[in-house]
């Protein structure tokens, strides 16, 4: 099974697609973990993605792609995955949709996690706050210009994929400010239909 988390950030992605990839044994693809990884080690991609994944901006479409490209190849992803974070631009959804053609496979689905605006810079702040109180340095855009920064990529550059993915048939909305255990059974009952 191959699918999309799509929703602004903090919207939950992360925690269900987390929780989702457990529960089904697929593996779940982040390419915001992946760039975070990368620029921990220091890498080339990792040095060119910094500044902007600290201001909010998106990482240039070749790059993510390319990063999608090799990790789906991996062994562990052919019994599925879970995309969350990617894709992000119209370009981005064009190249998967390339990608997984050339390997004779196609998406099964694209959940959208519709979230309350309002919501989402207090879900952003508890979230630095927690990982702070756990010890944890929390992520450099997690802050509120940051997060400006990444609503406004999100809803100029992600969101036309949400008329993308209606109009290939494939995309379900849920309710992404129930309690993550409501959202996990709203996942759960779309798969089963
Ligand atoms: P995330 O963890 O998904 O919120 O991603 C954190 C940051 O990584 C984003 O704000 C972007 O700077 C960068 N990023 C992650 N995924 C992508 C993508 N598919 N396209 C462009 N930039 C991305």
Do not use: H, W
């Not at 109009?167 to 379900?172: F, I, P, R």
Request: proline residues 4%; negative net charge; hydrophobic residues 45%.
């Amino acid at each position: 099974m191959k699918l999309i988390l799509l929703g602004p950030p903090g919207a939950g992605k992360g925690t269900q697609a987390d929780a989702l990839a457990k529960r089904r044994g697929l593996v779940q693809l982040s390419t915001g973990d992946m760039l975070r990884a990368a620029v921990k080690a220091g890498t080339e991609i990792g040095r060119k993605a910094e500044a902007i994944m600290k201001s909010g901006g998106l990482v240039p479409d070749e790059v993510v792609i390319g990063i999608i490209a090799d990790r789906i190849e991996q062994p562990d992803c052919a019994n599925g995955f879970i995309l969350d974070g990617f894709p992000r631009t119209l370009k981005q959804a064009a190249a998967l949709d390339q990608l997984l053609d050339s390997k004779g496979t196609i998406l099964d689905l694209v959940i959208e996690l519709k979230v309350d605006d309002e919501a989402l810079a207090a879900r952003i702040e508890n979230r630095a706050r927690e990982t702070i109180a756990a010890g944890g340095t929390p992520r450099a855009d997690d802050n509120a210009e940051a997060l400006r920064t990444r609503l406004l990529a999100y809803y100029r550059e992600t969101s036309p994929l949400i008329g993308y993915y209606f109009a290939q048939g494939k995309l379900k909305t849920i309710d992404g400010m129930a309690p993550i255990a409501e959202v996990s059974r709203q996942i759960d009952d779309l798969l089963a239909a």
